[in-house]
């Protein structure tokens, strides 16, 4: 059973570019949450979603940010207009249900913005 | 806001040294505490967790206890190898229908030397 696969595991971008993100679930895993983690930082919540449906979306920025989830393929983590503080590791996790405290995360995206 | 705070590193340990990271947190309610462990490369993987005051959470020869009275849930380990070095992140959540919405502690770095 593959683990949770998130693609690319580096992505440059040149600021003002888009940044495409993805997310692959565990088989038979359904909800899907995004982090970011910043130098020095802990990680913080951005999104979760569950199959078409953003569930809860505090973490993220107001503006340039956003996320989906589509009832087939990976979920998608957009980031438009780049700038250098986007610059962070962005991770993505799974879990079979809503109410399981258990994640099983990604090995993470690196964005860097020149 | 809710919090977690963890001990700075990166700490450093002798092979068969006892291991102490202290984790503290605030929080309105009576969350659900966990440690999650991420290996060079890899995505977090959760280590243990508690679910009320005075569970012990206890894997892999690491222990932590729900401490109500201190806000604390500090992880230890009696005796190290190298292949424990890796990042420590101490984690809450407050939300039963959102187990996956964790709020982290900026981790902290722990090096084993043999």
């Known amino acids: 059973n593959a683990g949770v696969m998130q693609n690319p595991r580096h992505l440059v971008r040149r600021r003002g570019q888009e940044a495409r993100l993805r997310c692959s679930p565990m088989k038979g895993h359904s909800h899907v949450y995004w982090y970011r983690q910043l130098p020095e930082e802990g990680l913080k919540f951005m999104v979760y979603l569950q199959k078409e449906n953003i569930i809860d979306e505090s973490g993220m920025p107001k503006e340039r940010f956003s996320a989906e989830f589509p009832k087939e393929g990976p979920s998608i983590l957009r980031i438009q207009q780049v700038v250098r503080g986007d610059s962070a590791a962005y991770f993505c996790?799974?879990?079979?249900?809503?109410?399981?405290?258990?994640?099983?995360f990604g090995s993470g995206t690196q964005l860097s913005v020149l | 806001g809710d919090s977690v705070t963890q001990m700075e590193g990166p700490v450093t340990l002798s092979e068969e040294a006892f291991l102490t990271i202290n984790c503290t947190y605030t929080a309105t309610g009576y969350p659900s505490l966990f440690w999650y462990v991420q290996y060079p490369g890899e995505g977090l993987q959760l280590l243990l967790k508690a679910t009320k005051a005075d569970d012990k959470g206890s894997n892999k020869g690491f222990e932590a206890t729900y401490r109500k009275e201190t806000t604390s849930f500090h992880l230890e380990k009696g005796s190290v190898q190298v292949s424990d070095s890796a990042v420590y992140f101490c984690?809450?959540?407050?939300?039963?229908?959102?187990?996956?919405?964790?709020?982290f502690g900026q981790g902290t770095e722990l090096s084993v030397k043999p």
């Open positions: 996790a799974s879990s079979p249900s809503g109410a399981n405290e258990k994640l099983f």
């Open positions: 984690a809450l959540n407050m939300i039963y229908n959102q187990g996956g919405k964790l709020i």
